[in-house]
């Protein structure tokens, strides 16, 4: 009996290494490269579905599976039929309407599509810089997806960059403001218990560095990343909510308490999110990648004319702590038409009206000590927009009516704030509520939410995410610090524009820092502040820093309100992951460079060579002789330079450095 049971179990081995070796040898391998050919893509189509990339022939992402499985058990994985591959080249140009890198970006990549013959395809693409791939679906009826695999695979145990999600104590690990510092940790290290979200960064020693991110995210939960305890990370999406609750206090919002066994439902024919990998051979190509925003769905929005970028002022960081003014300063009128009266002063385009002004559950109820006519109508007179901070939760039960009643003030921004998801619901939210502000002709920036993932080319309106731990930190921590703000460039920005606010004008070294409240510092020199306004992205820059301390530096101040927020072009200059960055961007025919160091000084040096011929007026912002003791010591002047100049920096520990070259 014995060895009639081994011999069947042996036979029944060899029958399914047998039939499973004939299926590997039936495997479809389709190659094709990046338009310089630097890149190359492999897709093998057996019983597992995967693809692997090479960088100049040396592989660079191991065979990485890709999958969907439907509730019902279809499957993309379950091919019939020889599939059909059609080639396609692009070699087109986007023209950005509201352009935070650039104005004019070319759009070339090769791109190969597999009809899988069961209802599913995918398409690849491959460009100079980096690779992308999306499933589609062709079934007739609504679907509802059961899960996604999406596997990143790595040859070797590179090091990785990761914001890890930090499990709330009464709710899923799926709640997340996405506001986390970065750890640094080999990949085998990390197991499915360590969830991060996304822009990651994956850093070889010897090959380019790999950024893992999405875009195009619609009808469909954003990707989570887990470890696996190897040298690979999976694609981890929060399951559809079935149950929610609200929590309590002033910022209330929904959090999920049930969850289903599936992660969406969806139409049935559709293109899913694309997975990016963005390839950067030096560390300088990170920071003014824009992958993500190529991948996106074009604008939806017919007429973008009343959208109009521009810097802010923001009175929430500070408390509105104004000194030296004859009223008393808070949330109320004459606190507001003094911020009016500071923002056309120094040529910022709006100030905003932060959380306060009326009651967080109820947007009609109007702070007493507000009046909105009066507020708006001395906005008017000085030409300054005004914008305004919601409750998500609150927006979403009033958004018509109260759309309807900015535009009957004449508000032209809204900010809406703690959403701390990214489940299918919570991402359809956010599209229903741009869509209504493109309605009502409304920029609309999302707070407490999840990466713009391209959302901001599909709604040019939706100007722009937090998605970013940033300067409001400063009020209870020591997190902004400036190694943290040396990693946002090269991760975080790889998703799109992102809100940090910019401009505190009390500063501090890292051994005199203090989170105090009121009284907000940053643990920054004067000028890593003041160059965060060139090298951070948002075509909305909100100064954070005290209005009555600037009005003391009318210079200084001067500066930042000629800093604009889009850029025609962008140049990375210099830069090392973490550790320094010059970045230099062109509006019209200024070009502004802003530096910023981590926490160790620098002495650094760049040619001007990117200047047109002729002569520049060079107004300069330095950290002064003394800012690593007194880190708002800063030096302003005056030069004449031409293409030829080379500029020696310095840079103070945490320091940054500003030029605004002007021609003559």
């Known amino acids: 009996m014995k060895r009639t049971l081994v011999s069947f179990f042996l036979v029944g081995f060899f029958y399914c290494w047998f039939f499973e070796a004939c299926f590997a040898q039936n495997a479809i391998i389709r190659e094709f490269n990046s338009p310089d050919r630097s890149l190359k893509v492999v897709l093998n189509l057996a019983s597992t579905i995967t693809y692997q990339v090479y960088y100049q022939n040396r592989l660079i992402v191991a065979p ?7 509730q ?57 810089d980096g690779i992308a791939y999306q499933i589609t679906s062709t ?21 990785l960059y990761f914001p890890e999600v930090v499990k709330r104590p009464d709710q899923d690990r799926y709640h997340t403001s996405f506001e986390e510092t970065y750890t640094v940790k080999p990949l085998d290290s990390l197991t499915s218990r360590n969830l991060f979200f996304t822009p990651v960064l994956v850093a070889p020693t010897t090959t380019p560095k790999i950024a893992i991110t999405e875009s195009d995210l619609e009808d469909y939960p954003g990707m989570f990343l887990t470890g696996t305890g190897s040298q690979a990370l ?15 206090g002033e910022y209330s919002q929904k959090y999920v308490t049930k969850r289903a ?36 769905s074009p604008s939806r929005v017919a007429d973008v004319s009343w959208v109009k970028p521009g810097k802010a002022t923001d009175e929430w960081i500070i408390s509105s702590n104004l000194f030296n003014v004859p009223f008393k300063s808070g949330i109320n009128t004459e606190t507001y038409k003094f911020y009016i009266d500071f923002a056309k002063r120094f040529g910022f385009e709006r100030i905003m009206m932060d959380a306060g002004w009326s009651d967080t559950q109820d947007l009609f109820k109007i702070r007493p000590e507000i009046n909105m006519d009066d507020i708006m109508a001395h906005a008017k007179k000085q030409g300054i927009g005004v914008s305004m901070w919601t409750l998500a939760m609150t927006l979403d039960r009033q958004l018509e009516p109260a759309l309807e009643q900015f535009n009957r003030w004449g508000i032209d921004f809204i900010m809406t704030d703690f959403f701390d998801r990214d489940d299918q619901k919570t991402v359809r939210l956010i599209q229903k509520m741009a869509e209504a502000c493109a309605r009502h002709k409304l920029m609309i920036m999302f707070h407490g939410a999840y990466k713009p993932a391209g959302f901001n080319r599909t709604y040019p309106h939706a100007i722009a995410r937090e998605a970013v731990l940033g300067s409001e930190f400063n009020i209870w921590s020591d997190k902004p610090s400036p190694d ?21 004008l009390a500063n501090a070294t890292p051994r005199t820092f203090r989170p105090i409240g009121e009284n907000v510092m940053s643990m920054t020199t004067r000028c890593q502040q003041l160059a965060m306004f060139i090298v951070y992205e948002s075509p909305i820059q909100f100064f954070s820093g005290n209005p009555s301390q600037g009005l003391t530096e009318p210079a200084f101040m001067e500066l930042m309100g000629s800093i604009p927020t889009t850029w ?31 926490s160790t000084a620098r002495d650094l040096t760049f040619p001007l060579d990117f200047l047109d011929m002729g002569t520049y007026e060079a107004t300069i912002c330095e950290d002064g002789v003394n800012a690593d003791r007194y880190a708002s010591d800063y030096k302003l002047s005056t030069k004449t330079v031409t293409k030829n100049t080379v500029l020696p920096v310095h840079l103070a520990p945490g320091g940054g450095y500003v030029i605004r070259l002007r021609k003559k």
């Open 72 to 128: 019902d058990g279809k499957k993309l994985s379950a091919r019939s039929g020889n599939p059909r591959f059609t080639n396609r080249q692009n070699r087109g140009t986007i023209v950005s309407p509201i352009p935070e890198k650039r104005r004019i970006i070319p759009d070339v990549y090769q791109e190969l599509t597999v009809d899988l013959r069961n209802s599913f395809g995918l398409v690849f693409r491959a460009y100079n």
């Open 568 to 598: 025609d072009t962008t140049r990375v200059l210099d830069a090392r992951l973490g550790d320094y960055l010059v970045t230099a961007r062109k509006k019209n025919q200024d070009w502004f460079v802003g530096a910023m160091t981590d």
């Open 261 to 296: 066994d599936f992660i969406a439902k969806t139409a049935g024919t559709r293109r899913f999110p694309w997975r990016v990998l963005i390839v950067a051979p030096s560390d300088k190509d990170l920071p003014g990648n824009d992958l993500v925003y190529r991948l996106a």
């Open 234 to 248: 999976q694609g981890d999406f929060a399951p559809y909510p079935l149950d929610e609750a609200v929590t309590g």
């Open 139 to 159: 079934l007739k009826d609504s679907i509802i997806v059961k899960s996604e695999t999406a596997r990143f695979q790595f040859p070797e145990n590179h090091r």
């Open 64 to 70: 990485s599976e890709i999958d969907l499985v439907l």
């Open 484 to 504: 943290h703000n040396l990693l946002l460039p090269f991760i975080r920005m790889l998703s799109g524009p992102m809100d940090y606010e910019p401009g505190l």
